[in-house]
């Protein structure tokens, strides 16, 4: 049982680049979440997605865009990368129905990304 | 968001039962308490969450103080794998609380 798989785990970018990180739940869970940690700081959430073809801004969305064509896949994009986006990347997913809001968060273990 | 407050280091011995308490005075009725941790280099794991009813799982027991302004994470025996940081947060039942607040959380240290 896989969980919450996060690819790719590390990636060194330069300022203006481009690129998407992948997030894909073999869980079946309809809530799936992004979000960043940074040194000597708690996780903040970025975008978050309640279901197939849905997503939402979560605290510190600028700068990101999300997809989620697919249940089991939730896309976390960097149109132009900034020094300030070097971080490490969480993807998450529950199985909150209704707002119960009682559901654990499964996390992936993370992409490193530094940009230059 | 209720705040929680927690210590910002323990230490615990390997074998021994670990406290982890955490405070949240300000908790609303619909607020359940949730507690994860993170190891080193990887993701936040889930360990157990509450109401108002002591829990108790196969990592850990939750106890929850009767007036729900505080509770207490026990880990029965700890071992080496039991070092990291964790977190007590509180998440709303209903609404749109979807995102969950991490604060800095305790980072714990378990001595061979």
């Known amino acids: 049982n896989a969980g919450v798989t996060q690819t790719p785990k590390f990636r060194v970018l330069k300022t203006g680049q481009s690129m998407t990180l992948l997030c894909a739940q073999d869980?079946?869970?309809?809530?799936m979440y992004w979000y960043r940690q940074d040194p000597g700081m708690g996780l903040r959430l970025i975008h978050y997605?309640?279901?197939?073809?849905?997503?939402a801004k979560g605290e510190v969305p600028d700068g990101y865009n999300v997809s989620r064509l697919k249940k089991q896949n939730f896309l976390l994009g960097l149109e132009s990368a900034a020094p300030s986006q070097t971080s490490v990347y969480f993807c998450?997913?529950?199985?909150?129905?209704?707002?119960?809001?009682?559901?654990?968060?499964?996390f992936g273990d993370g992409t490193r990304l530094s940009i230059l | 968001d209720a705040k929680t407050t927690q210590p910002n280091s323990m230490e615990s011995n390997e074998e021994e039962p670990v406290h982890l308490p955490c405070n949240h005075s300000?908790?609303?009725?619909?607020?359940?308490i949730h507690w994860y941790r993170q190891l080193p280099s990887q993701g936040p794991e889930y360990v157990i969450h509450?109401?108002?009813s002591n829990v108790n799982n196969r990592m850990a027991s939750l106890a929850i103080a009767e007036d729900r302004k505080s509770s207490t994470l026990i880990l029965h025996r700890a071992t080496l794998r039991d070092a990291a940081v964790y977190y007590c947060i509180l998440r709303s039942f209903g609404g749109s609380n979807y995102k969950l607040t991490f604060g800095k959380g305790t980072l714990l240290t378990v001595n061979p």
């Open positions: 300000t908790i609303s009725g619909t607020d359940y």
């Open positions: 869980m079946n869970h309809e809530y």
């Open positions: 509450g109401l108002t």
């Open positions: 998450a997913s529950s199985y909150d129905r209704g707002g119960i809001g009682n559901q654990p968060q499964h």
């Open positions: 997605s309640v279901g197939e073809g849905t997503t």
